[in-house]
């Protein structure tokens, strides 16, 4: 079954709404952006949350402990990694128990020597190439780039300006392991449409 994550929550309203709607996992943004929510508010929210929605913060270029110090402060189970973090740091967190996803940016193709040291991880995340953006760009890019790529048993996460009218194509076309939503179901930055999010989670899942 796809995986479906609804990233950029920020308020506990927002997170039971993708709860309800049937999303696997909600992302919490703990690295400079318009998204941004603070430790205490991540914490707060994740008490209300059921065991089996994974929690996922997004962190960038952030120092290892303080991560892990965050990660367990809030009660987080996975860790998305925006930057431009080695491999051995990815593992480091994989190690101590986190499920551990790798963000990709794709301009034209898939940088398969990026790609390649990161292939043991939980999930590799491909979002859209914008110079002086590391996510949350709302933009798609030519999801063909997936396609040329020999995948073999590594779980891939789509991203990148999907929305309720173009997830079900992405799906069909890319056959990911998962889609990521942020912008493609908000009234404003950090706030969320609540029919916006159930019917992106309706296109994904009929795909």
Not at 133 to 151: I, K, S
């Amino acid at each position: 079954m796809l995986w479906i994550k609804v990233c950029g929550i920020t308020n506990i309203q927002d997170a039971q709404a993708a709860v309800a709607a049937g999303a696997d996992a909600v992302g919490f943004v703990l690295a400079a952006s318009k998204r941004r929510v603070s430790e205490d508010i991540v914490r707060e929210i994740i008490k209300e949350l059921p065991n089996g929605i994974e929690k996922i913060g997004v962190f960038v270029d952030e120092k290892g402990e303080t991560v892990k110090r965050i990660a367990s402060y809030c009660g987080l189970t996975g860790i998305q990694l925006h930057g431009e973090e080695s491999s051995e740091y990815c593992r480091m967190l994989s190690e101590d128990g986190y499920n551990v996803i790798k963000a990709v940016r794709v301009k034209d193709k898939i940088d398969e020597q990026q790609l390649k040291p990161y292939l043991d991880l939980n999930a590799i995340l491909l979002d859209t190439y914008k110079t002086g953006q590391l996510g949350g760009t709302g933009e798609v890019f030519d999801w063909r780039a997936v396609l040329v790529y020999n995948w073999e048993n590594t779980p891939y996460i789509l991203a990148g300006g999907l929305h309720a009218g173009n997830v079900a194509e992405a799906v069909r076309i890319t056959k990911p392991f998962g889609v990521d939503v942020s912008s493609g179901v908000e009234k404003e930055p950090g706030k969320k449409d609540c029919e916006k999010l159930r019917e992106f989670i309706y296109q994904a899942r009929q795909a």
